[in-house]
């Protein structure tokens, strides 16, 4: 079946630092791929989203690349602030085999934590 | 515009008890989420209606569990009878058109804890 690995939190750095948040996939299909914010004590919310390779999925100075020949979907910003602290949740959604829709399945999430 | 609107935000019960979770999607949203998230188990997906139809409810724990929609501005997730391996975070989300294929707008979630 579909699933999402994404590299284990908390990652923790300091302001204007570089972020990469690893994330790769398994799908059967060909899905579309997106990453999820959580902010403390919020629900999820769409951050970016990629539907078919090679595309660029681009909000708040995050980028992601939708690569199709390693599987991957890493999430980038190039200099980060206390206020991008928060979990990020990488998914993919893929047509399933029962009723065809397009089931999104979700990673465990990784926490950032950006200090001062 | 108002979000997905969810109702307790809170609620604090003990084993046995029955409980109820409501949740408002977005009007004119035709696709709703019930999802549960624990620190054990993450993210996971509950069921799945489509135009007030469940599609999917393979991720339903077990027969204590139950899910409705009546109509398309209201749902419901209810247990009975409750046991603390519920005690979690449980969001509701909806999107506008078939799952997956858009965004989905999360609720603020209601945080569960069976005694």
């Known amino acids: 079946g579909d699933s999402v690995t994404q590299m284990e939190g908390p990652v923790t750095l300091s302001e204007e630092a570089f972020l990469t948040i690893n994330c790769t996939y398994t799908?059967?299909?060909?899905?579309?791929l997106f990453w999820y914010v959580q902010y403390p004590g919020e629900g999820l919310q769409l951050l970016l989203k990629?539907?078919?390779?090679?595309d660029k999925g681009s909000n708040k100075g995050f980028e992601a690349t939708y690569r199709k020949e390693t599987t991957s979907f890493h999430l980038e910003k190039g200099s980060v602030q206390v206020s991008d602290s928060a979990v990020y949740f990488c998914?993919?959604?893929?047509?399933?085999?029962?009723?065809?829709?397009?089931?999104?399945?979700f990673g465990t999430g990784t926490k950032l934590q950006v200090i001062p | 515009d108002a979000g997905v609107i969810q109702s307790p935000r809170h609620e604090v019960t003990e084993m046995g008890q029955e409980v109820t979770l409501r949740c408002k999607p977005i009007?004119?949203?035709?696709?709703l989420f019930w999802y549960r998230q624990t620190m054990m188990r993450g993210l996971e997906l509950l069921i799945y209606?489509?135009?007030?139809?469940?599609?999917?409810d393979s991720g339903m724990p077990e027969d204590r569990f139950s899910a409705k929609m009546p109509n398309a501005s209201f749902s419901t997730l209810k247990i009975q009878p409750s046991e603390p391996r519920d005690s979690a975070v449980y969001f509701c989300?909806?999107?506008?058109?078939?799952?997956?294929?858009?965004?989905?707008?999360f609720g603020p979630g209601t945080r569960l804890t069976v005694l």
């Open positions: 009007s004119g949203h035709n696709s």
């Open positions: 989300a909806s999107s506008l058109g078939l799952a997956g294929a858009n965004e989905q707008f």
């Open positions: 209606f489509n135009n007030n139809v469940p599609i999917d």
């Open positions: 799908a059967t299909g060909y899905p579309s």
């Open positions: 990629a539907t078919k390779a090679d």
């Open positions: 998914a993919l959604s893929d047509i399933t085999n029962s009723g065809g829709y397009q089931k999104v399945t």
